[in-house]
């Protein structure tokens, strides 16, 4: 249930100071997931919200509550709708989906012909792109900026990533293009339809990664149990 007292809107210089809580989220949530991202410093996330490219959520007294920003790839060829997250206390409120549906508007906004890509570990995140009218594509459809997968190296799943030969990995990938998409109520439609595909997809990757962490322990007991679904994007 979204709450009446939380404010969505495009950050500006006075929320520099929630980029170290920001990403220190980021890490724990990730964590707690048994997955991994791009890492991101504060510095980095400060840089965004200065650039008008990033999306906050706050009570009115000033709480964070959740946070997005967008990146360019490809020359604005596609942008990326990035580091996606909620404070643990306000998870299952709806804020997510509002942020998304903010950064996805100030996108659409900033970058009106990009294709807008993800990469995510989480259903969750997925019924909200769906909703949106992105919809699942294989790694060649993104973007081929070696900045990009660069940023992949610090996500303890990058060697999956490169034994792939970057064409799959423990994220899904989803696509927005502006010239040739579906209307978002045709891929709501598809996601709901193969949800319980892609929900036994996500538990055979975790299954993978928690088979890959104790081989990689020596054997010496297994991985925690993901605590979250709740995804970020890289």
Known sequence: MEQSNIV???ARFEDTH???RITDEMESSAKAR???I???SPEYVASKMLEGKAVIALTTTGQWVGFCYIEEWSHGKFVANSGLIVSPEFRKSGVAKQIKRKIFDLSREKYPEAKIFGLTTGLAVMKINSEL????VTYSELTDDEDFWAGCKSCVNYDILMSKGRKNCMCTAMLYDPADHYEPKETTAY???KSKVYERLMRLKQIIFRTREKD?????GSSPKPKSKNAIFH
């Not at 009218?133 to 699942?136: C, D, I, K, L, M």
């Open 216 to 220: 990689n322990n020596g054997g010496g």
């Open 34 to 36: 048994g997955t991994g």
């Open 38 to 40: 791009a890492k991101r």
């Open 8 to 10: 969505v809107r495009v």
């Open 133 to 136: 009218g992105y919809e699942p």
């Open 18 to 20: 929630y980029a170290v």
């Open 191 to 193: 996601f709901e339809k």
